[in-house]
Nanobody, 115 residues
Framework: QVQLVESGGGLVQPGGSLRLSCVDS????????MGWYRQAPGKERELIAG???????NYADSVKGRFTISRDNTKNSVHLQMISLKPGDTAIYYC?????????WGQGTQVTVSS
């Protein structure tokens, strides 16, 4: 079964940094546009960053300038470097294809920003 496995989350103080990783065991990773999504308590899951198969990136306004998405096609992985974290970034973070969802959602990785 195709799996998405996210990792790298944790508890961090405001202003801190984290780097999230996602490994995709599915086929044709290099052909897929990939995204990072997050779901905060009581809110719907939202797309926050995307990277095309060609490496073009785009970001939600809420994370622009603070988060950087990247991919490593040799390892079927996508990453999210997060800096200047805020309490409002607290959420479960997921990766998946983008803009259409082609994979079963993984477990996600919890990011908590708190002093």
């Amino acid at each position: 079964q195709v799996q998405l496995v996210e990792s790298g989350g944790g508890l961090v103080q405001p202003g801190g940094s984290l780097r999230l990783s996602c490994v995709d065991s599915g086929r044709n990773f290099v052909m897929n546009d990939m995204g990072w999504y997050r779901q905060a308590p009581g809110k719907e899951r939202e797309l926050i960053a995307g990277i095309t198969s060609g490496g073009s990136t785009n970001y939600a306004d809420s994370v622009k300038g603070r988060f950087t998405i990247s991919r490593d096609n040799t390892k079927n992985s996508v990453h999210l470097q997060m800096i200047s974290l805020k309490p409002g970034d607290t959420a479960i973070y997921y990766c998946n294809t983008y803009p259409r969802i082609f994979r079963v959602w993984g477990q996600g990785t919890q990011v908590t920003v708190s002093s």
